[in-house]
């Protein structure tokens, strides 16, 4: 049986974090960002807030980790959005990526980026 999954996607969600293994990133922090994709049980089948998921509440709650308590990874900054969203009913899956462009990598680069997907049932 075929069930049908909807997509919500946010893209860039962005706040000043102090993530990282090294003293540096902690003491002046830097600018980190947030693609979320949400699988979600037929998303347009109602004009109902309530049939849906409402995207305001995970982008807050993912802007909220992301410049919240420092963590050494950026594997552990996707990992924990992700958990701060699992009580939200109608998420069937969620895909983070944390984009950190000012990873501290001694040659030239355009972006560091940790994409994770986890099943919510």
Do not use: N, W
Request: charged share 30%; hydrophobic share 45%; glycine share 8%.
């Amino acid at each position: 049986m075929v069930t049908d999954v909807d997509r919500i996607e946010i893209f860039g969600i962005s706040g000043r974090g102090y993530h990282g293994v090294l003293e540096s990133e902690r003491v002046a922090g830097q600018d980190f960002s947030v693609d979320l994709i949400l699988g979600v049980d037929r998303s347009g089948s109602s004009d109902t807030l309530a049939d849906t998921v409402d995207y305001s509440v995970v982008a807050e709650r993912a802007h909220a980790v992301l410049t919240g308590e420092p963590v050494d990874l950026i594997e552990t900054v996707a990992e924990r959005i992700v958990d701060a969203c699992r009580d939200l009913p109608g998420i069937s899956f969620m895909e983070v990526a944390v984009h950190k462009s000012e990873a501290p990598i001694a040659v030239p680069f355009r972006d560091v980026v940790v994409r994770i997907r986890r099943e919510f049932r």
